[in-house]
T-cell receptor, first 116, second 115 residues
Framework: AQTVTQSQPEMSVQEAETVTLSCTYDTSENNYYLFWYKQPPSRQMILVIRQEAYKQQNATENRFSVNFQKAAKSFSLKISDSQLGDTAMYFCAFMKHDSNTGKLIFGQGTTLQVKP | GAGVSQSPSNKVTEKGKDVELRCDPISGHTALYWYRQRLGQGLEFLIYFQGNSAPDKSGLPSDRFSAERTGESVSTLTIQRTQQEDSAVYLC?????????????FGPGTRLTVL
């Protein structure tokens, strides 16, 4: 079975600074996908970034980038130039590559507060 | 176009009552998912529908939970004889098709409180 662990329940960062959210996972699969989702107070989950395990290059989406360390089973999210609108709960998630159902396995989440 | 919608937004019920939660997926999306999010926790997969295939019910926590979907449209999640531990936000998501390459789009959820 796969598990996803986020060891930082809460974090804060000053506006315009950089913050890194941690995520580790456990799986015996070789091919899989990893995701970071954002959940603002509106509760609506939004996909932030996705990484395919067989790709060595770290994914980037504007101010968001990941540090994917496959051997260490680590998948951290870096947010650069933090903005007030980044305040939200962030979830790391895992999906098997050959998943027919698209079932996502989520970590417990990290609440990020961006301070003005 | 409209996103995934869910109703009601909030539901308060008494222990032992039945509740029905509704999800309207994005039009044309064949796959639909239900997740449960307990306070301060991540999402737990409950059930998955794909077209007319048999649903994957592997995440349903007990036989008090059931869900239906008519074709590729609306889905309802029913919880019978609610218990206090059922209190959570229930999130629905839909995707164009199944599998990893199809992004899941989430609704705003229904917050269920069982007194």
């Amino acid at each position: 079975a796969q598990t996803v662990t986020q060891s930082q329940p809460e974090m804060s960062v000053q506006e315009a600074e950089t913050v890194t959210l941690s995520c580790t996972y456990d799986t015996s699969e070789n091919n899989y996908y990893l995701f970071w989702y954002k959940q603002p107070p509106s509760r609506q989950m939004i996909l932030v970034i996705r990484q395919e395990a067989y790709k060595q290059q770290n994914a980037t989406e504007n101010r968001f980038s990941v540090n994917f360390q496959k051997a260490a089973k680590s998948f951290s999210l870096k947010i650069s130039d933090s903005q007030l609108g980044d305040t939200a709960m962030y979830f790391c998630a895992f999906m098997k590559h050959d998943s027919n159902t698209g079932k996502l396995i989520f970590g417990q989440g990290t609440t990020l507060q961006v301070k003005p | 176009g409209a996103g995934v919608s869910q109703s009601p937004s909030n539901k308060v019920t008494e222990k032992g009552k039945d509740v029905e939660l509704r999800c309207d997926p994005i039009s044309g999306h064949t796959a639909l998912y239900w997740y449960r999010q307990r306070l301060g926790q991540g999402l737990e997969f409950l059930i998955y529908f794909q077209g007319n295939s048999a649903p994957d019910k592997s995440g349903l926590p007990s036989d008090r939970f059931s869900a239906e979907r008519t074709g590729e449209s609306v889905s309802t999640l029913t919880i019978q004889r609610t218990q206090q531990e059922d209190s959570a936000v229930y999130l629905c998501a839909s995707s164009l098709n199944t599998g990893v390459r199809n992004e899941q789009f989430f609704g705003p959820g229904t917050r269920l409180t069982v007194l």
